[in-house]
């Protein structure tokens, strides 16, 4: 089945840097990619995803690169507010309604005003 | 976006009971609905695929018998914990699918039990 791994597990960072958090993983045939970021006690809110037939996506400050060959896929986030500390979990997929998402670990991101 | 709803939010009960969770998408029919369980400072991780008029499947290591999923409808899916023992205490949390495989999660239910 499918195994998704996620790297760093903690992350701070000063206020208005980069943050970026890395993903790889195992089934080949996965081609859906969420991101989530999940404030303590909250649902998990889906932030960005990003689909096999592209290599980049981009809203706001938030941008999401796959590379299919590596099986690696990659969470930017640029100019970083103290709002955006949370937890953040990538996932893999398949593109069908019925198939099961699987989560990575998680990234615990830590913005300093 | 959709809306999913859950209930309860939280629950304490005492050991060796049942506890019911409800989860609903408000305002989209959804065949396929998923429920993670998920520890402090832990990822989701999935319990069962509930599809709706069929029985659910379980992921490895999750006893069926323990966590009863229903899916009656296509805006109700339920999770009840028989039995619930003191590690049974978690965040229960459930999705349900949009058309490209999106999910939308319900608010969660803590369970506490004593």
């Known amino acids: 089945g499918e195994n998704v791994e996620q790297h760093p597990s903690t992350l701070s960072v000063q206020e208005g840097d980069s943050a970026v958090i890395k993903c790889t993983y195992s089934d080949s045939a996965s081609n859906y990619f969420p991101w989530y970021k999940q404030e303590l006690g909250k649902r998990p809110q889906l932030i960005i995803d990003?689909?096999?037939?592209?290599g980049e996506k981009k809203d706001q400050r938030i941008a999401v690169t796959l590379n299919k060959t590596a099986k690696h896929f990659s969470l930017h986030i640029t100019e970083t507010q103290p709002e955006d500390s949370a937890v953040y979990f990538c996932a893999a997929s398949l593109e069908t309604s019925y198939d099961k998402v699987i989560f990575g670990p998680g990234t615990s991101l830590s913005v300093i005003p | 976006g959709a809306v999913v709803s859950q209930h309860p939010s939280w629950v304490i009960c005492k050991s060796g009971t049942s506890v019911k969770i409800e989860c609903r998408s408000l305002?989209?029919?959804?065949?396929?609905m998923f429920w993670y369980r998920q520890f402090p400072k832990q990822s989701l991780m999935l319990m069962a695929t509930?599809?709706?008029?069929?029985?659910?499947?379980?992921e490895q290591g999750v006893e069926k018998d323990k966590f009863l999923i229903n899916h009656a409808s296509l805006t109700l899916s339920t999770l009840t914990v028989t039995s619930a023992h003191p590690e049974d205490s978690s965040f229960y949390i459930c999705s349900a699918s949009g058309a490209y495989n999106e999910q939308f999660f319900g608010p969660g239910t803590r369970l506490t039990v004593l």
């Open positions: 509930s599809n709706e008029g069929s029985k659910a499947t379980y």
């Open positions: 990003i689909r096999s037939n592209v």
């Open positions: 305002d989209f029919q959804a065949t396929t």
